[in-house]
């Protein structure tokens, strides 16, 4: 169809579409099993099987394969067998743990779609993009991403960007109307708009023609591919480290069969033991278990209204040192309350914030009887007749629709008692003069229930003060003296110093038969007082900024408000200390990049800027060696978003841009929910320390007690059947647990990480080591004392050393929790990690004592009174080392 070369009717015609109501929600339904929904088909992902058999392409397991079919071969099918169970065990967890984090991934993605305002059954709606079908109407404005493709109905001064499609960053104007033209290019179909491009200007409305692959942007979909998994760079820090221990426990490894050999030892024994500690040594699962700690620390950021859209945020999440916040919203409600009211010489407060229409008034502290107080009625009866928001109610919510002080206005007057219907009843408004940027008023006629007319007037109260002939004073009119101009310039003033900002009401009666044209109905008229309003801050701001600073992270505002409100919210948020600076746009503009950069570090509230200015900003401080956070919700906030090391967009008020451009969304435009993305972005890392720590001790210790046994010409402590188990079971379950872990009580009063940290800093490399050398140690002294006291019975011994190693790390897996001492947390705080080191536990124990494993795990029956030996040197590495480090604070 050539959608633009027919009229709008015909558009509509041709997609049975109705243009005042839309489609039914019965007929949606109809489309959907027609056309299906409207996304993008993504690149072919790899089959459950595929990746089930990708689990076993490691280098190290192909090798253990092979040595299990050379144990068959040779008659050790128990052997074999067991461990074929076991690389298939291993195998099946390394699947589901891709599994969850694909699956979490994908959820993400979900949870990010864009939202349009679709036209269904006569009412506008928000809907996610993919639930459009052909025949849907919607509307778009500046900063929107358009959902589909549409033949565009309406438009005001709209303009898209269609370099997705078509090269060209110039925006394209856009218009209704038909066109005729031959062999027209996707950038000259000016009445078109396209799935993925963006409204830079304007607005518009458009109906659905195509969606899904049957768009433009379908065509080039691979371009719109973005589901690939992006490696973190501590993903890829992971993945050279792991080349590095490939190589250090093959040269570990190759050692010890060296030595058992020259001790004696057979051949394909020590292959098979040197093999299987190769597969124990080598932290193969490390990427994947980094990937579900990841995807598991995003799902728990999106119940707390953070939305990862790009996983290197969460770790970079936790190097930020400056945050960049919007003011309106993120740390203030974004809902204008009137908290002052001034009339005749006489000023009230109204309690409540928000859009609660429970206040109260008070006058010098006492609460005032309404009926007794004329000034105050009359007032806030004006405030709402020159007024044209509504308060709309839903289970969910309330909200405003219309401009938000006019909305502070209405709210004042319900407050009041006042509602709608009852002033319609009283009131008939005859005429409007809508507010307009150069009158800086608005104005209505209104007629009461006696037929008699009057002015109301409402806007900037030094334009109202200098039309105003008289004014309201105790209740009654009287001429307008510099002594009554004077009084109320004073108010303002007053207001103005505790940030409010202030709204002028003026009145006048007027004949009956008069038809007025504006200019007569806004002159000489009766000053009738002030509302002073504000956008108070969100109550949990100030303790969030509070924890910020205990975690070394400084809180900028950067706001296009006055400079004066800006100091004032920054002050009840105690983000403005006594030597801060606040800068304004005008200052900025003077200053060079250079010079900007020298005076940073003291400015915390910078006012009256552009978006522009913000990018300025950002690379000041990233000069200064800070990681920047930065909020933002407009189109040309996305340069400043980009630019900063973790953008952050509002998930309510933002546009598409900004999201796009964004590493984190806000669900609820709330500064305290970064502080919180922070806090999880920290401890993420934390807990992958925590298993990196884990993991690398118990596989130290492993290759240490058996390279001990060789060089002391000992028979071996272990079977390579038992390090596959300690592998699997004792190394497998516990470390998943740790990347559940909660955050230590002081982590966001430590200073925020060099983005640079290696995995092994703060001593991370000597806890590996020595914890690795004493569980060694201690597993080889187990065994030695009981080989000693039985030398007939080796099986005996090694089931004692298998034991002490299972056990030694698993006492050691509570040590991982803490940078100090196993003494410094609760163990029971981590329940996941109670069920891991309960369940290993378990099968340690079936292996051991259930008789038909004895003779596949090589192992026999523990009498009692050598688990208090196994438990003894177990718990000797964590406790030698817990008092190693008391003596060293005492």
Not at 774 to 792: K, V
Request: charge should be neutral; charged fraction near 20%; glycine fraction near 8%.
């Amino acid at each position: 169809m050539k959608w633009h070369e027919m009229e709008i009717h015909d558009v509509a015609e041709s997609v049975n579409t109705d243009r005042d109501t839309g489609l039914s929600d019965r007929e949606v339904h109809s489309r959907y099993g027609k056309f299906g929904y409207n996304e993008l088909q993504e690149a072919e992902k790899t089959s459950a099987l595929l990746l089930f058999l990708g689990q076993f392409k490691d280098f190290m397991v192909l090798v253990l394969l092979g040595a299990t079919i050379i144990s068959a071969f040779l008659g050790e099918y128990i052997d074999a067998v067991a461990i074929v169970a076991i690389v298939l065990m291993n195998g099946i967890l390394g699947f589901f743990q891709e599994r969850r984090a694909e699956k979490s991934l994908e959820a993400l993605k979900q949870l990010s779609a864009p939202q349009v305002s679709c036209l269904r059954e006569g009412e506008w709606i928000r809907i996610p993009s993919r639930e459009l079908v052909p025949g849907d109407i919607i509307k778009f404005t500046a900063g929107d991403r358009i959902g589909a493709d549409l033949r565009l109905l309406s438009v005001k001064s709209l303009e898209i960007e269609e370099s997705a499609l078509t090269g060209e960053s110039v925006p394209v104007q856009k218009s209704q109307d038909p066109l005729n033209v031959k062999e027209a290019g996707l950038g000259d179909l000016t009445n078109m708009a396209f799935m993925g491009t963006l409204v830079t200007r304007g607005s518009g409305i458009g109906m659905v023609v195509a969606t899904g692959m049957k768009t433009a942007m379908g065509q080039i979909a691979d371009l719109l591919q973005s589901a690939e998994a992006m490696d973190t760079p501590l993903q890829k820090r992971l993945e050279q480290l792991g080349k590095i221990l490939i190589v250090v426990a093959l040269i570990l490894t190759a050692l010890v069969v060296g030595v058992g050999v020259i001790q004696g030892h057979s051949l394909y024994s020590m292959f098979l033991a040197g093999v299987s500690l190769a597969v124990a040594a080598i932290p193969e699962g490390l990427p994947a278990i980094v990937t579900v700690a990841l995807s598991l620390g995003v799902q728990r950021m999106i119940k707390q209204k953070s939305i990862v859209r790009k996983l290197p945020a969460v770790e970079t999440l936790g190097c930020a040192s400056v945050i960049c916040s919007d003011k309106t919203g993120t740390m203030t409600q974004n809902k204008m309350t009137v908290t002052d009211i001034w009339s005749g010489g006489k000023q009230w407060k109204v309690s409540r914030t928000g859009f609660d229409v429970n206040g109260e008034f008070t006058y010098k502290e006492r609460t005032v009887v309404l009926k007794e107080e004329k000034a105050l009625q009359q007032i806030l009866t004006f405030g709402m007749l020159c007024n044209t928001a509504e308060l709309t109610e839903t289970d969910a919510e309330k909200r405003i629709d219309g401009d938000p002080t006019e909305g502070a206005l209405l709210i004042a007057g319900m407050k009041a008692g006042m509602t709608r219907e009852a002033l319609s009843k009283r009131f008939t408004i005859i005429e409007e003069f809508p507010f307009d940027s150069t009158r800086k008023m608005m104005s209505v006629i209104a007629e009461d229930s006696a037929g008699k007319r009057f002015v109301v007037t409402k806007g900037a109260p030094d334009v109202l003060l200098g039309i105003a002939g008289q004014v309201l004073w105790e209740d009654r009119q009287q001429s307008m003296s510099s002594q009554y101009e004077q009084r109320i310039k004073e108010s303002i003033e007053s207001m103005a110093s505790k940030a409010l900002r202030t709204i002028a009401i003026a009145y006048k009666p007027i004949g009956r038969d008069g038809v007025f044209k504006q200019e007569d109905a806004e002159k000489d008229l009766v000053f009738v007082g002030l509302q002073g309003m504000i956008d108070p801050p969100r109550p949990e701001v100030k303790q969030a900024i509070k924890e910020c600073r205990a975690a070394g992270i400084k809180t900028i505002m950067i706001t296009g408000d006055h400079v004066i409100t800006a100091r004032a919210i920054a002050k009840q948020l105690d983000l403005l200390p006594h030597n801060g600076k606040v800068m304004d746009g005008a200052a900025l503009n003077k200053l060079s990049s250079d010079d900007l950069e020298k005076v940073v570090e003291d400015v915390y509230v910078f006012a009256r800027v552009s978006p522009e200015h913000k990018l300025k900003i950002v690379k000041a401080f990233q000069k200064r060696g800070h990681i920047v956070a930065m909020t933002g919700d407009g189109v040309n906030d996305a340069p400043a978003i980009k630019a900063a090391d973790i953008g952050i967009s509002m998930g309510i008020t933002g546009t598409d841009v900004a999201k796009e451009a964004s590493s984190l969304v806000l669900a609820d435009d709330n500064f305290a929910t970064i502080k919180s993305a922070i806090r999880e972005g920290r401890n993420i890392y934390e807990n992958i320390r925590k298993f990196i720590r884990y993991l690398l001790a118990s596989n130290v210790g492993e290759i240490l007690v058996m390279l001990f046994a060789m060089l002391l010409a000992l028979p071996l402590p272990l079977v390579p059947i038992q390090i596959l188990w300690v592998n699997l079971v004792t190394d497998g379950l516990p470390a998943m647990a740790l990347g559940l872990d909660q955050p230590e009580g002081n982590l966001m009063n430590r200073k925020p990480r060099h983005p640079k940290e290696g995995v092994f800093a703060r001593k991370l490399g000597w806890k590996v080591i020595s914890r690795g050398f004493l569980i060694g140690a201690a597993t080889l002294a187990a065994f030695m004392f009981i080989y000693n006291r039985d030398p007939e019975n080796l099986a005996y011994a090694q089931t004692v050393a298998f034991s002490t190693l299972v056990m030694a790390q698993l006492i050691h897996v509570f040590d991982c929790r803490s940078e100090k001492s196993i003494f410094d947390r609760n163990p029971f705080e981590n329940l996941y990690l109670i069920g891991a080191v309960a369940s290993s536990i378990l099968l340690m124990l079936v292996v051991i004592y259930y008789p038909p494993l004895q003779p596949i795990f090589k192992t026999v029956s523990i009498i009692p009174r050598d688990w208090i030996l196994i438990l003894g040197m177990a718990s000797l590495p964590t406790f030698l080392l817990a008092g190693s480090l008391l003596t060293r604070k005492s």
